[in-house]
């Protein structure tokens, strides 16, 4: 009878161990999942929004600047620490040139009016992209707001504006060989420290607005383990409750990041 009751005990033990195991396992993806520092969003769908209401594309672009204000506020909320998006691809200089001129205005005026209520809010602006390709006094308007907000801490928005995924890497490697580096010497750690990106988190969330589903040459090398989220929502309707649902699909997730979860610890037979 003894033995009986001191396998019982021992099978009971073993059970305890392992629901102890799997709930550590589970606790400790949950609370990984939920360490969202870094947020890129794809803003698409200005041109649908403008065209479904029979307005002009600037007036979507407009809009979409609306919604770039209200998604911030919220990713602040949200205790985000940083925010990447998409304003104006390299490919998007072949569009019509009354948009790209109208876009590039809307870029300048949005900075002279909205520079000194982002520095208020502490937000710490960064420009990933090509700035000297931009006209004179855009590039002045990029350098002063990057500057004035350099200390800021409360979140990062980093606008990626004449930005290309290819275009950064070609840059890198311009770099790189300008720099004499020894082919030997290159590594991913090399490579990441001349991008536009250095010293930046990668993105664990990439959202894309308006249900396309490509990449559109948007952070290629950083995102390559992000979390991709699609949404049929157009950008400048987008706003608290579409974060929130593409923040609960985030932490309903568990990032591997090419590896498997770890099994939960079992005792050995015996022990």
């Known amino acids: 009878m003894a033995k009986i009751q001191d396998l019982f005990s021992s099978s009971q033990g073993k059970r305890k161990v392992q629901s102890q195991a799997i709930a550590d396992s589970l606790s400790t993806s949950k ?27 600037l007036a979507g672009h407009k809009a979409g600047v609306n919604a770039l204000r209200r998604v911030v506020e919220c990713a602040t909320d949200e205790n985000i620490e940083m ?27 949005t900075i002279r009016s909205d520079l000194e209520k982002l520095h208020r809010d502490g937000v710490r602006l960064r420009h990933l992209g090509r700035l000297q390709d931009l006209s004179p006094d855009i590039q002045k ?19 990626c504006f004449n930005y ?50 490509r990449v559109s040459n948007f952070l290629l090398w950083q995102s390559a383990y992000s979390e991709y989220y699609a949404t049929p929502t157009l950008w400048p309707d987008f706003g608290r409750e579409d974060l ?10 568990q990032r ?16």
């Open 31 to 57: 609370q990984a999942s939920r360490s969202l520092r870094h947020l890129a969003i794809i803003m698409d769908g200005n041109g649908r929004w403008a065209t479904k209401r029979h307005l002009p594309r």
């Open 141 to 159: 308007a990029v350098r002063d707001s990057v500057e004035l907000t350099r200390d800021n801490t409360r979140i990062g928005l980093n606008v």
């Open 164 to 213: 290309g995924g290819r275009a950064e890497l070609v840059d890198a490697i311009r770099h790189i060989i300008a720099d004499g580096r020894n082919p030997d010497a290159i590594t991913e750690e090399l490579i990441s420290s001349y991008l536009y990106t250095r010293d930046l988190p990668d993105p664990d969330m990439v959202i894309r607005t308006a249900g396309e589903m």
């Open 244 to 253: 929130r649902q593409a923040l609960d699909s985030y932490h309903r997730r």
């Open 256 to 271: 591997r990041f090419g590896r498997i979860a770890v099994p939960p610890t079992t005792v050995a037979q015996g022990e």
């Open 83 to 109: 925010l990447s998006v998409y304003a104006f691809s390299t490919e998007n200089w072949g569009r019509p040139r009354a948009e790209v001129d109208g876009l590039m205005r809307l870029f300048w005026e």
